[in-house]
């Protein structure tokens, strides 16, 4: 017995379900619904080329977060290749202040460094400078530990009060 329906029809009441499932699902800037469609390539290539197969999401995260890096420097870098533009023309304008997305800058420090005990000195009333050279030698000696990475000459980072810091 053959089916003579044809089913080929839009649904009535498929506008009710829009709003809810554009809610649920999500869209995305090319109008699909489909998580992740546009990410998948990249992922895999990174997960064939960069990764050792085993603990997979962790160093995809850091993956993802070197190419953040990069292209947070690249766009800083660009920046600063655009011709500088004065609001008199008289060519000494302050660089303007820019707020970045990344915990990372590339370029020198405009401070002079200090020297630890210098530091500590002009934060006298934080307590959370106390021993500040030897919570940063306890914290970089557990970092180090935690991360199956060497000791510098083998024994616990310790840092002298005349040790530079910027």
Request: hydrophobic content about 30%.
């Amino acid at each position: 017995m053959e089916d003579s329906k044809n089913w080929d029809f839009p649904k009535a009441h498929t506008h009710m379900h829009a709003f809810d499932d554009i809610e649920a699902k999500g869209v995305s800037r090319n109008f699909n619904t489909k998580p992740n469609e546009k990410m998948h390539r990249p992922f895999k290539e990174a997960y064939r080329l960069r990764t050792n197969h085993r603990n997979v999401a962790s160093q995809l995260l850091d993956i993802d977060h070197y190419c953040y890096a990069m292209g947070h420097m690249r766009a800083e870098i660009d920046l600063l290749k655009l011709p500088k533009e004065t609001p008199e023309g008289d060519g000494h304008s302050p660089p303007a202040e820019r707020i970045g997305g990344g915990h990372f800058s590339l370029g020198a420090q405009k401070d002079p460094p200090q020297t630890i005990a210098q530091l500590v000195e002009s934060y006298t009333d934080n307590p959370a400078f106390n021993g500040f050279g030897r919570r940063l030698g306890d914290f970089l000696t557990k970092s180090y530990t935690a991360h199956n990475l060497p000791l510098p000459g083998g024994t616990s980072i310790t840092f002298p009060l005349n040790s530079k810091v910027r």
